[in-house]
């Protein structure tokens, strides 16, 4: 059994988060399920409440396939963006990895928010206690060219003309998006094209339609980027 739930932040004074999140996995007489994470232009902080690991997950560019033990999972997701200011690390360093956040963070402070998850008595108290950790952490000083371009290039700007629009060069703007999401205009782009088609495709719209409502070139453009970004076909994620 997986049973995955996610909800709206409760305690996010500062808009960092996208959502919170848990998984229970349940062992089964098989073995390990298999879980695929694929870009989202997020990053997540976990905790896992078994072995009291604490990690975060970088921004992906490629599909993240591994085994679930079981267990439960309680974690936090960053609007994209948002995670190396609340977490103290510039998100190309964490480009395609998972590290644990005694990494990031002091050991001490690891140690002690581990402690305080251990004491909860449900997934909702684990994750309002990794909300307040977050937000303690944060000096509300966040990149205001972040939302700009995340917000043009959702809206179709292309990548080429974000920086003037912004009134930065090509390098500056890259150097920030690097900082920021973890990787450069141009995957941020493809990255939030493929959520996108992802999220159309579950609503059922046709891939040819969406193909052309969200910038592809068409049908087969979709199809070779999804199975580029994603590692499976667009109808396996509906």
Do not use: N
Not at 24 to 38: D, E, F, K, M
Not at 109 to 137: H, I
């Amino acid at each position: 059994m997986d049973r995955y739930r996610e909800q709206a932040p409760a305690l996010d004074p500062y808009r960092l988060l996208a959502r919170v999140w848990s998984r229970l996995t349940a062992a089964v007489p098989s073995g390990p399920q298999i879980a695929r994470v694929v870009p989202d232009a997020c990053m997540d902080l976990i905790w896992h409440r078994e072995s009291g690991r604490l990690f975060i997950a970088g921004p992906d560019t490629v599909p993240h396939v591994s085994p679930i033990g079981p267990g439960t999972l309680i974690g936090l997701r960053f609007s994209p963006g948002a995670a190396p200011a609340a977490l103290g690390l510039r998100g190309d360093l964490l480009r395609d990895t998972r590290v644990g956040l005694d990494a990031v963070w002091s050991s001490a402070e690891t140690r002690r928010l581990a402690d305080t998850l251990a004491a909860t008595d449900s997934d909702r108290a684990a994750q309002e206690v990794l909300q307040r950790s977050v937000t303690a952490r944060f000096g509300g000083d966040r990149d205001p060219v972040v939302a700009a371009v995340l917000g043009m290039l959702r809206s179709g700007v292309r990548v080429g003309a974000v920086a003037a629009e912004i009134g930065l060069s090509e390098r500056q703007l890259h150097r920030r998006c690097l900082a920021a999401f973890g990787y450069g205009p141009k995957v941020l782009h493809r990255v939030l094209r493929f959520d996108r088609a992802r999220l159309l495709a579950r609503q059922g719209l046709p891939f040819a339609d969406i193909a052309y409502r969200i910038g592809y070139a068409d049908q087969a453009h979709l199809a070779r980027e999804v199975k580029a970004l994603g590692g499976i076909p667009l109808g396996q994620f509906t």
